[in-house]
């Protein structure tokens, strides 16, 4: 009877997120994985090259599906402004909504990209991440000046200073593991520290 494979890889995949969730990515070890998973190195090996690609496998979706989810918030903020819609429209949707509807059906694969990345290319993951914000804000200001709003006229590092608090303050309660009820309560406390400011720097106030 010929072996199950899906069955096996979700098994192995169950092992690897739990090993490297309880120990991080440097102090994992294939041999813990395989016993976790009931199988040998060997048979391991047959469905991942190495340990890094057992980690992209738990992350790598994940930083897709944000990526893209920020690529769709600022491309549809983009044709807002173009189709003259109003103010509560254009920032109706922020980061916060992201941390809702990306990161927390993801939250364990979260945990691993914020606290057991060290080692892997996903290290220096909230500081890339906010670099690349930065400059899509720096483009959506200047692009929001030209359509006639007052947005603030600020600097990379300034902004690069007021992002990182923000997308830190975001991925905080994921980090430490709080309750739904607990992210929820944070997160829009959240929204209501930052998002006056925003709109500021923006010109919408």
């Given at each position: 009877m010929p072996r199950d494979k899906t069955l096996s890889?979700?098994?192995?995949?169950?092992?690897?997120?739990?090993?490297?969730l309880e120990k991080g990515f440097k102090a994992a070890?294939?041999?813990?994985?395989?016993?976790?998973?009931?199988?040998?190195?060997?048979?391991?090996?047959?469905?991942y090259a190495d340990k890094e690609a057992m980690f992209d496998a738990m992350v790598e979706p994940l930083v897709e599906e944000i990526k893209?989810?920020?690529?769709?918030?600022?491309?549809?903020?983009?044709?807002?402004?173009?189709a003259q819609a109003k103010k509560s429209d254009i920032f109706g949707e922020s980061f916060v909504d992201m941390?809702?509807?990306?990161?927390?059906p993801r939250r364990d694969?979260?945990?691993?990209?914020?606290?057991?990345?060290?080692?892997?290319?996903y290290e220096n993951f909230i500081h890339?991440?906010?670099?690349?914000?930065?400059?899509?804000?720096?483009?959506?200001?200047?692009?929001?000046?030209?359509?006639?709003?007052p947005a603030s006229d600020i600097d990379e590092e300034e902004l690069h200073m007021l992002l990182s608090a923000y997308l830190t303050a975001c991925f905080e309660p994921i980090v430490h593991d709080c309750d739904e009820a607990m992210i929820d309560r944070y997160l829009?406390?959240?929204?209501?520290?930052f998002?006056?400011?925003w709109l500021k720097i923006m010109g919408f106030k």
């Open positions: 890889h979700i098994k192995v995949n169950k092992a690897i997120k739990e090993e490297f070890s294939i041999r813990s994985i395989g016993a976790r998973a009931g199988m040998t190195s060997a048979g391991l090996y047959r469905h893209a989810w920020t690529l769709r918030h600022t491309e549809g903020k983009q044709r807002l402004v173009e941390v809702r509807e990306v990161i927390l694969e979260f945990r691993l990209l914020m606290t057991c990345s060290a080692g892997t290319k890339e991440y906010a670099l690349e914000n930065q400059k899509q804000l720096l483009e959506a200001i200047r692009y929001f000046r030209e359509k006639g709003y829009s406390t959240i929204q209501d520290f998002m006056p400011g």
